[in-house]
């Protein structure tokens, strides 16, 4: 049976042992999270939540919320921190509908998306992006709100060249090793990155409404990238969902 979402092995999911969620990155969360959910009662859900850094902070900021961290990674959920309030959940978001059958307040796809790769093909890749976006209409309560932080790569003249290129480039086997010299960490097993416009789409087009969207300055781009993976503009992205329901 074809496997539908690439592993990344342990050595590379060691450098995800990191909270990509820093101050600056945790204010839209918490304006969005104060707003929506006034009187700080609410349950979470962290999908590639990994080492529960993210998680953590979340319990500590809001003393009445409560939460699971998912993921398809043993090694980064057991470096998890034991907390009376947290759950950890082993297994893959792409098997989210057998997996979870507890509806949440919140779920944070922080920097998970692009991870969702098929190897047979980029349209399968997107398709399981939407996928996993669709999957949580289920789980979600009548309250909910998704949370995406997302890398956004826009094309210089072709909007989702880069994107393209990327996945191209990283899911290769036979260039892999180079590639990882170069940096590439995830090279060999795949990473897929979409413009702004082709997220909104993904979100928009699967049952969601952006509610608030805010950006990172936008990252320097190396001339190289400019001139191999015809990155114009990089930068990340949040953006916060409610359905469409
Ligand atoms: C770039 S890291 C982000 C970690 C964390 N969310 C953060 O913001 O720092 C990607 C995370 O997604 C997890 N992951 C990748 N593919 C997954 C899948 N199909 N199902 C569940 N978790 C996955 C990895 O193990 C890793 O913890």
């Given at each position: 049976m074809e496997q539908l979402v690439e592993q990344?092995?342990?050595?590379?999911?060691?450098v995800f042992d990191t909270e990509?969620?820093?101050?600056?990155?945790?204010?839209?969360?918490?304006?969005c999270l104060d707003r929506d959910f006034p009187d700080g009662r609410f349950t979470f859900l962290d999908l590639g939540g990994g080492n529960g850094n993210f998680a953590d902070r979340l319990l500590e900021n809001y003393p009445e919320s409560s939460?699971?961290?998912?993921?398809?990674?043993?090694?980064?959920?057991?470096r998890n921190k034991p907390h009376p309030r947290?759950?950890?959940?082993?297994?893959?978001?792409?098997?989210?509908?057998?997996?979870?059958?507890?509806?949440?307040?919140?779920?944070?796809?922080?920097?998970i998306l692009h991870h969702l790769v098929a190897r047979s093909s980029y349209s399968r890749t997107r398709e399981n992006q939407r996928l996993a976006l669709r999957s949580t209409?289920?789980?979600?309560?009548?309250?909910g709100r998704v949370s995406v932080y997302e890398d956004i790569y826009n094309g210089l003249a072709i909007d989702g060249a880069p994107g393209w290129i990327v996945y191209r480039l990283t899911s290769m086997r036979t260039v892999a090793r180079?590639?990882?010299?170069?940096?590439?960490?995830?090279?060999?097993?795949?990473?897929?990155f979409q413009s702004y416009r082709q997220w909104c789409a993904a979100i928009e087009r699967n049952g969601f409404r952006i509610l608030d969207y805010t950006n990172d300055d936008l990252a320097p781009v190396p001339w190289t990238w400019s001139a191999l993976l015809h990155?114009?503009?990089?930068?990340?992205?949040?953006?916060?969902?409610?359905s469409d329901r």
């Open positions: 990344l092995s342990d050595d590379q999911l060691e990509h969620v820093n101050h600056r990155r945790w204010l839209p969360i918490k304006r939460g699971a961290v998912l993921d398809n990674s043993q090694l980064l959920l057991n947290k759950r950890l959940v082993f297994g893959g978001v792409e098997n989210l509908e057998s997996i979870v059958d507890t509806r949440y307040d919140v779920i944070f796809f922080n920097w209409l289920r789980i979600l309560t009548d309250r180079l590639l990882r010299k170069l940096g590439a960490n995830t090279a060999g097993v795949g990473v897929c990155v114009g503009e990089l930068r990340c992205g949040h953006f916060w969902l409610g």
